[in-house]
């Protein structure tokens, strides 16, 4: 992968600054530019064409998930990663209906926040642990029961070791986590991964994690 083009979005100005300092650390990421607020973001993101978006959600005027959603849908190539303080429930559903390829705590580790953007900027989702286990609680909690217990059965079932990558999704770690959780390369868990979606019937990990609970896999 060339050098993943990052679009910095968060109402503090000098926030934005200790970013755009971090992410210089990493050879892998550039900041190609900075927002104050999700309608500047948008016009920005039309113009600078990022890989990802680094956005913050409590903004005044355009919010970040109403940003994310028309980001979203003018250009659905951008990856958007929420990066923000909070994590409540009505958040975190919007944000991730609106689009958001992702969803991580400010208070997250640099090399966390490093892994996050490298994986959506790859396609993957990426979800806080904590808010991971809220989506599976929502998804559970909208599904009646009948129609878990209806759930078909999968044609062909997951080796040991494709559940295992499917639980380490279901926590909310990225391919390079679940290698050093497994003890494999990361390009073994990237084939297990290809194969588990595949077997699942779904197209990324938050589909993934949500198919396994409806069939109880986890």
């Known amino acids: 992968m060339n050098g993943v083009r990052v679009l910095l979005v968060d109402d503090q100005a000098l926030f934005r600054e200790a970013l755009a300092t971090l992410l210089a650390l990493s050879p892998e ?42 980001i979203a849908a003018a250009q659905p190539e951008v990856r958007v990663l929420v990066l923000t303080t909070f994590e409540e429930d009505a958040e975190v559903f919007a944000a991730i209906r609106a689009g958001a390829a992702g969803y991580l705590l400010k208070a997250s580790p640099s090399e966390k926040l ?12 990426v979800l806080q642990p904590s808010v991971t286990a809220k989506v599976m609680a929502e998804f ?8 878990r217990k209806a759930a078909a059965p999968l044609p062909e079932p997951l080796s040991g070791r494709e559940l295992a990558v499917l639980q380490a999704l279901t926590d909310g770690l990225s391919n390079k986590e679940i290698a050093v959780r497994l003890g494999i390369t990361e390009g073994t868990v ?25 069939l109880r896999l986890i």
Do not use: W, Y
């Open 140 to 147: 559970v909690r909208l599904t009646p029961p009948n129609a």
């Open 29 to 70: 990421l550039e900041v190609v530019g900075q927002a104050g607020d999700g309608a500047e973001a948008v016009a920005q993101c039309a113009q600078l064409k990022p890989d990802v978006v680094l956005m913050d959600l409590r903004m005044p005027g355009v919010d970040g998930i109403e940003a994310t959603r028309r």
């Open 190 to 214: 990237k084939n297990h991964m290809t194969n588990v979606l595949g077997k699942l019937g779904v197209l990324d990990r938050t589909q993934a994690a949500l198919r396994a609970r409806e």
């Open 114 to 125: 490093f892994e996050a953007i490298r994986a959506v900027a790859r396609n993957e989702s």
